[in-house]
């Protein structure tokens, strides 16, 4: 139990941090945001755990076909902010996003990498 209380801790200071930091400075709040710290933490955790390698290379390998449909919510994100308010934005992003990872799986399909 005190072994998933620290991944708690740990991971959630990791957001924490990002946040404060973000507060001081939009752009290295948002270097610090891009970098993979969550998948890295997240691969450790894996590791420590003893988990097979084939599971701690997986995640890595699907972590990055499954960044890729993010991106576009990174800049419908500015752009709807101004407009339609804050939790109306963070709708249509997640909204957005879902469109952009069914239309992503289907186009990565033809080369083989599955998604869904």
């Known amino acids: 139990m005190a072994w998933i209380i620290t991944k708690y801790l740990l991971t959630a ?4 941090f990002i ?3 973000a507060k001081r400075s939009d752009r290295l709040g948002g270097f610090i945001a891009a970098l993979p710290l969550m998948t890295l933490l997240t691969l450790v955790w894996l590791y420590v755990e003893n988990q097979p390698e084939e599971k701690i290379a997986n995640h890595a390998y699907y972590t990055f076909w ?3 449909p993010t991106l576009p919510m990174f800049l419908l994100f500015p752009y709807l ?3 339609i308010g804050f939790w109306m934005t963070m709708g249509g992003c997640v909204v957005a996003t879902v469109i952009c990872f069914g239309l992503f799986a ?3 399909r033809v080369f083989g990498i599955q998604l869904l």
Not at 13 to 16: H, S
């Open 13 to 16: 200071g990791m957001v924490v």
């Open 106 to 108: 289907l186009v990565v």
């Open 19 to 21: 946040s404060e930091v």
């Open 81 to 83: 902010l101004p407009k």
């Open 66 to 68: 499954y960044v890729i």
